[in-house]
């Protein structure tokens, strides 16, 4: 039907005027944009349709016809007037640089448009992925499974699991709720995770559900992708002629360079987009809109070495790079028209998704002008075009380019799943596993081993399931132990009648091309060092799974932990293929006292670490400390002259406090040596407090002002609480003394706790009472407080004394220094290894500061509703019931 807008331009048209020129290049505009046809200026303005009503007259009497009965349908019906065959542009260049472009691209099209017709309807199919001839000829069973698999095969020869049966991911549900955060068309989006955490397989199961362009902005080691964007970042940008790439720099030459730039992101945009025309065009149109047809396009973009048709897109944006920018940009705009009338829909979103965008701002930081980032600059060189929603994806994305006001603003996602559960792990390697292989006992034990190891992000899991294929399942168990052995640097722990004898040497090689976590960029970033040696304490101290709030961006980008929410506020450290290589670049690499306190690393930071952990490394060291004997001054320097009591020495205890009875100090001789899997040192409950936990430390800043508390008992049997604060100085963070005497005195009994206006007594937190032997000369509570300054330490006679009875102290930091390098990196290792390698029980303790108050089990959302419905029924606040301190997450 033709459009109501030409009927109207008709019925306003005088019946005699003859300006028939004029009245149809009115109508042609409308018939274009109805038909979402280019605005061809050779076509629709009043001369050229002169032109054309002078070359067929018959036309005159059909406007005259249109005129007379105000209908435009003889007109639109009309197929010279369609257009049909005609190479239609908005713009049309006299440069000849457009027109090489131009032409060069038509040529390559003319010779691969049958590949390309071939794929797009499946005359053509890519190879799938076979086990290496060296291992013989497959049984009968085993072919089937390989022909019911039908894994693509990547370029390097390895099974493709990236693309392997896209559409039918585990979780359903949960998938699609991911996309739908991801793929919303209109709203740019920035997809930020750790490595290996299923970005690409996300990304590419999106773009089997809406049409779009994938560019990964790096060359991937199996292939997969496109090269195009990838080879003009490392190359191409720099490449150009009109781009200056040394020093030095005037504005100028400044300005000229982001044209560069601009200019060759959006050639590679164009060659996508002119290959997805070329691409639909090749495929009937009842055909276009099945999961199908989409799916084969990402494979046309992503397995270009595994296509008759190679690498198209690169060969395109090779061919348009030198083009001027007005030709480009009109360009991309008429493909995107003849895009959206192949697909029938004027409103199709098309999707611009590049992957890895972590790399074009470490690529050009000194090329541009300091507010203009590389990526900013890529990402607006196409979004700037009708319909086009832009998705970029990465490990680190410098955000605050994208927040400026005036341009179009990118929300941001983390949510990628992971196998966090052994359920979901279990179900992804049945997929690929031979039954028979499933249902043994050998099998059973490779699934369970596999979840302890491999649990996490998804490339983890995955990599291992290549190596059985390229293995085909031979010695599976041994085939694991040297594939941690490989990744972590550690020997797993699979008893000796589960092995299979020694691996062949091809099974060696298989697991040693997978290249694992090793940390060493942490070595240039001390706070995502300091939170990642946060991270590697808690687990020392206990924790098989760290939950972080802040920073969490940071520790993304270094791979040390995952998000685990869709904006980036929560994730989560537990997985041993990281963690372990991370204790020993932290602990072995540089030795166990700078791993526990990194003087050097110290001195230099410019700020206090965002995760602070000397409370942490005190409690690790003063376990080992205390395994000899050693009098209380030896731990701590007190003012003047010591006191009798501090030359006795000290035991770290436990205090616990059985219903009914009275609280029992037990003596913790503990080490990483011998400390057992499920041993836990550390609460961050209150209800430390009523000594009903069990662990001899509790860390204690989300409830006062000490970060550390413990009980000692010294040699006469008396207890006495230890309450320690820990202070970070150096050259550039400065903390002075009467910083230090407030600190001291916010630690005395009265000031310590943070305690809820108008709490009965009952529930106010305060030190519970210790054994009967309790060391009253220390003060009523006995509370010993203590400072921890780091890496500047506090001379304890120059603080001034407050009226507080209970005594202060300083830590000796030579000793704990000394302590933290007795200590064996093999068995800081081995604790590692226990801890992260344990089987869970029904019931665990809470393992973040932010179940502090919930010890009886991990907070969850129920249980949030519940004890909000608890709490409304209640006269009373609970006791324990705290003043959080404000603690915001690190979402920016």
Request: charged share 25%.
């Given at each position: ?7 109207e ?32 200026p050779?076509i629709v303005?009043e ?15 059909l406007i005259r ?24 542009a908005?713009?049309?260049s006299?440069?000849?640089?457009d027109?090489?472009?131009r ?10 448009r049958?590949?390309?017709s071939d794929?797009?309807?499946g005359?053509s199919q ?8 060296s291992l013989?000829v ?16 990547a370029?390097d ?19 699609r ?8 068309a209109?709203?740019?989006?920035m ?14 199961e ?7 362009v ?8 199996s292939g997969?992708?496109?090269h195009?964007?990838a ?19 005037d504005?100028?030459h ?12 959006q ?12 691409f ?16 084969r396009w ?10 008759d ?14 083009a001027?920018?007005?030709?480009i940009?009109h360009?991309?705009?008429d493909t ?29 930081a000194?090329?541009?002008?300091d ?9 607006q060189?196409?979004?700037s075009?009708?319909?086009v929603?832009?998705i970029?994806?990465?490990?680190s994305i ?8 005036g341009?179009?603003?990118?929300q941001?996602?983390t949510?990628t ?7 979901r792990q279990?179900?992804y390697?049945?997929?690929y ?8 006992s050998?099998?059973q ?6 979840w ?33 052995l ?5 020997d797993a ?5 589960e092995?299979?004898?020694p691996?062949?040497y ?7 091309n997978?290249?694992?976590?090793t940390?060493?960029s942490?070595e ?19 924790e ?61 930071i ?8 000397d409370?942490?490394?005190f ?11 050693r009098?209380?001054?030896?731990l ?11 030359a006795?020495?000290a ?12 609280p ?23 209800r430390w ?9 509790c ?8 970060d ?7 040699k ?6 230890v ?27 009265r000031?310590?706790f943070?305690?809820?206006p ?23 509570p ?12 506090v ?28 200590i ?30 919930d ?9 949030t509703?519940?004890e909000s ?6 006269r ?6 705290l ?5 915001l997450?690190?979402?920016?």
């Amino acid at each position: 039907m033709p459009p109501d807008d030409a009927d109207e331009i008709l019925r306003n048209q005088s019946k005699t005027d003859e300006d028939h020129p004029r009245v149809l290049a009115r109508i042609l505009h409308v018939f274009f944009r109805e038909r979402m046809q280019p605005l061809d200026p050779d076509i629709v303005s009043e001369e050229a349709c002169r032109r054309l009503l002078a070359g067929h007259p018959a036309l005159d009497s059909l406007i005259r016809e249109a005129i007379d009965t105000e209908s435009s349908t003889g007109l639109w019906n009309c197929e010279l007037l369609k257009f049909r065959h005609v190479n239609l542009a908005s713009f049309h260049s006299s440069f000849d640089r457009d027109h090489t472009a131009r032409h060069a691209m038509e040529e390559i099209l003319v010779k691969l448009r049958e590949s390309i017709s071939d794929f797009a309807n499946g005359r053509s199919q890519l190879p799938t992925w076979a086990p290496p001839s060296s291992l013989g000829v497959l049984d009968d069973s085993d072919q089937t499974l390989l022909s019911a698999l039908n894994i693509p095969q990547a370029s390097d020869s390895n099974p493709c699991l990236a693309l392997h049966d896209l559409g039918s991911m585990i979780d359903e549900q949960l998938l699609r709720d991911r996309l739908q955060n991801v793929f919303i068309a209109g709203n740019h989006t920035m997809l930020i995770n750790a490595s290996a955490s299923g970005k690409t397989r996300l990304l590419f199961e999106g773009l089997c559900e809406h049409w779009g362009v994938y560019m990964p902005c790096a060359m991937d080691a199996s292939g997969v992708g496109s090269h195009n964007l990838a080879w003009n970042i490392l190359v191409g940008i720099e490449a150009h002629e009109l781009f200056k790439s040394t020093p030095p720099w005037d504005m100028r030459h400044l300005y000229t360079n982001e044209g560069v730039a601009e200019r060759i992101f959006q050639s590679c945009l164009l060659a996508g987009l002119v290959l997805l025309k070329t691409f639909l065009e090749s495929i009937e149109p009842k055909d276009r809109h099945t999961f199908d047809a989409r799916k084969r396009w990402l494979l046309l973009q992503t397995c270009t070495f595994s296509t008759d048709c190679g690498d198209v897109a690169l060969a395109l944006s090779d061919c348009i790079r030198h083009a001027l920018p007005t030709y480009i940009k009109h360009a991309i705009a008429d493909t995107l028209l003849n895009i959206r009338a192949l697909l029938g829909r004027r409103d199709a979103p098309i999707f611009c998704v590049a992957d890895e965008c972590q790399v074009p701002d470490t690529k050009f930081a000194m090329n541009f002008r300091d507010e203009v980032t590389p990526l900013r600059l890529m990402a607006q060189s196409w979004e700037s075009f009708d319909g086009v929603t832009v998705i970029l994806t990465g490990t680190s994305i410098n955000r605050e380019p994208f927040c400026r006001p005036g341009l179009p603003q990118y929300q941001v996602c983390t949510d990628t799943g992971a196998f966090d559960t052994a359920e979901r792990q279990k179900s992804y390697i049945l997929r690929y596993l031979p039954p028979v292989l499933a249902a043994s006992s050998t099998g059973q034990s490779l699934l369970t081993s596999m979840w302890t190891w491999l649990k996490g992000r998804y490339r983890f899991t995955a990599g291992f399931v290549s190596c059985l294929l390229m293995t085909w399942f031979k010695q599976p168990q041994m085939l694991l132990k040297a594939y941690v052995l490989a990744q972590f640097k550690i020997d797993a722990n699979i008893s000796d009648d589960e092995l299979e004898g020694p691996l062949p040497y091809s099974s060696q090689r298989a697991v040693e091309n997978f290249y694992g976590f090793t940390g060493a960029s942490l070595e240039s970033d001390p706070q995502a060092w300091y939170s990642s040696q946060y991270i590697m304490l808690r687990v020392l101290l206990g924790e098989d799974s760290v939950h972080i709030s802040e920073n969490g961006f940071l520790l993304a980008r270094h791979g040390v932990a995952h998000f685990t929410d869709a904006c980036g506020k929560e994730s989560r450290a537990y997985e041993p293929t990281v963690l372990c290589p991370l204790a020993r670049r932290i602990f072995k690499d540089s030795g166990v006292a700078d791993g526990l306190y990194p003087m050097e690393m110290s001195k230099s930071i410019e700020e206090p670490p965002i995760h602070r952990t000397d409370h942490l490394a005190f409690a690790s060291v003063l376990v080992h400390a205390l395994r000899k004997e050693r009098p209380l001054c030896d731990l701590f320097s007190f003012p003047a002259i010591a006191p009798e009591w501090a030359a006795q020495t000290a035991q770290l205890v436990r205090v616990v406090r059985q219903k009914g009875s009275n609280p029992q100090a037990i003596k913790v001789e503990s080490s990483f040596a011998n400390a057992k899997d499920h041993e836990r040192w550390v609460s961050y409950s209150p209800r430390w407090l009523q000594q009903k936990s069990g662990e001899p430390f509790c860390v204690a800043s989300q409830f006062s002002e000490a970060d550390l508390l413990f009980v000692l008992q010294l040699k006469d049997g008396r207890c006495v609480y230890v309450a320690l604060a820990c202070v970070f100085r150096n050259a550039h963070v400065d903390v002075s003394l009467a910083d230090v005497g407030r600190k001291l005195e916010s630690l005395a009994p009265r000031n310590i706790f943070h305690q809820v206006p108008n709490t009965p007594y009952k529930n106010r937190l305060r030190f519970w009472a210790l054994p009967e032997s309790k060391a009253t000369y220390m003060g009523d509570p006995p509370v010993l407080r203590v400072i921890s300054a780091f890496p500047y330490e506090v001379e304890v006679n120059e603080i001034k004394r407050d009226v507080h009875p209970q005594p202060i102290a300083t830590v000796n930091m030579s000793l704990f220094r000394e302590v933290a390098g007795s200590i064996s990196a093999d068995d800081v290792v081995r604790r590692t290894t226990a801890v992260l390698g344990r089987t869970r029980g029904k019931k665990r303790k809470p393992t973040s500061e932010a179940d502090a108050h919930d010890t009886k089990r991990p907070r969850t959302r129920a249980t949030t509703k519940a004890e909000s419905a608890k709490k409304s029924r209640s006269r009373q606040p609970p006791m324990g019931t705290l003043r959080r301190s404000s603690r915001l997450a690190s979402a920016a």
